[in-house]
């Protein structure tokens, strides 16, 4: 494992150079030539403005404006017992203004300098990106997937997340992995993977209260309390960035605590290097725990990202996932335990995906081929196809 690791960090290492960044340039060129030709067959963004509105287009402004607003009310309802800015510390003077002036100017400031990777993780709406993010929103995402091992299996997940109070998008309701099987059935609990980016069929829907701190040492706080199914949980999100050369990293802890898998923990590490303003590499590590299981997951990446446009995108990963006691039939986060385990990685998997705006802004098509090796299946190699559709309703 660790000599994986050594040569995904050398590669984006070499890729930061200047010199090398030819080759790069030149595959932005070729994946922009095949973006380009794809989207001859997809019908345009339009703005709905400039043409008649549709049905949809009704439904989606409304559904967006009534997300916003129910959060704006809650919000103003809140702001009548306090005038206290809690993002700098100074007295609002307009109960009815949702920032103080000095909140306001440090919102537009961060908004000029969002860089190249916020704005592809924005696009791909990637799982670093829904972590983190403060905004409302509801996403609605339906997929289709082939496999040449697994029977064909289409799923339908609903997430969402509105403002609540306390000002500055401090206080949300969130309700994450709401999708076909799990709406009337408590999940096992089996955690996701590259090609189900919010979480698996069979995880838990989850619903609660989400709290965005005041930063500390530079330091993005949320904590959680909610239930997974039937079971309570709390949890606490550190994410820390910060730049080393040319690169930008962000280190993200998380440590969650349930009635059902008591204490879990993970750690996570991004090392992007943003090769044009289009496009980008990122290094991606993580370790999971979870106490009272056996062994420490792991996982170890290679991404590349790249915009041609603002309705485009394409991506490309190369990833491993290793247990420090895995077991032959390891399933999520349950291996046998009749079984002798070693450290070992159980599995690898290369995938690309396709993912284009279409028809409106809020409206994408994700197309993912895939090959991944498994040692449940003899690392015998297993073809992917899934083609995925997202609704989002919210800001866009």
């Known amino acids: 494992m660790k000599y994986l690791l050594l040569v995904i960090l050398f590669i984006n290492v070499a890729y930061s150079q200047e010199k090398e960044n030819t080759y790069l340039e030149d595959l932005n060129g070729v994946v922009e030539r095949m973006v380009t030709f794809m989207s001859k067959f997809v019908p345009p963004v339009v703005d709905p403005k400039k043409k008649k509105q549709t049905y949809v287009d009704v439904a989606q402004q409304d559904l967006s404006n009534s997300v916003k607003i129910a959060g704006t009310y809650a919000d103003r309802e809140v702001l009548k017992f306090t005038n206290f800015c809690l993002d700098c510390n100074t007295t609002k003077k307009d109960f009815n203004e949702p920032y103080c002036t000095p909140c306001e100017k440090l919102k537009v400031q961060q908004s000029k300098n969002t860089t190249v990777s916020e704005e592809i993780d924005r696009f791909f709406l990637t799982n670093k990106y829904m972590d983190s993010t403060n905004s409302t929103y509801v996403k609605i995402t339906t997929a289709m997937k082939y496999s040449t091992m697994t029977a064909y299996d289409p799923s339908i997940n609903f997430n969402a997340s509105v403002d609540l109070g306390l000002s500055q ?144 995108g394409f991506s490309a990963s190369a990833e491993a996932d290793g247990n420090t006691k895995f077991k032959r039939t390891y399933t999520g986060t349950s291996p046998n335990t009749t079984e002798d385990s070693q450290n070992m990685i159980y599995n690898y998997s290369v995938t690309t995906s396709l993912r284009q705006n279409f028809y409106r802004k809020w409206l994408y098509y994700q197309l993912t081929p895939a090959v991944s090796w498994n040692k449940n299946n003899s690392f015998q190699a297993e073809y992917i196809v899934q083609l995925s559709f997202d609704f989002y309703f919210g800001d866009v």
């Open 169 to 312: 998008k401090r206080l949300q309701l969130f309700i994450n992995n709401i999708n076909d099987e799990n709406f009337d059935n408590v999940g096992n609990g089996e955690h996701g993977t590259y090609l189900d980016p919010q979480e698996s069929k069979h995880s838990k829907q989850s619903i609660g209260l989400q709290m965005l701190m005041p930063k500390f040492l530079k330091i993005n706080t949320k904590t959680m309390v909610g239930v997974n199914g039937f079971d309570a949980f709390t949890s606490v999100r550190f994410d820390r960035d910060f730049n080393v050369g040319d690169f930008k990293m962000d280190v993200v802890e998380s440590i969650k605590y349930s009635t059902r898998d008591n204490l879990q923990d993970k750690t996570e590490l991004f090392i992007d290097h943003a090769v044009t303003k289009k496009s980008l590499t990122r290094v991606y590590f993580n370790r999971f725990e979870n106490h009272g299981d056996y062994g420490m997951g792991y996982t170890a990446a290679l991404e590349y990202f790249f915009n041609p446009n603002k309705f485009s």
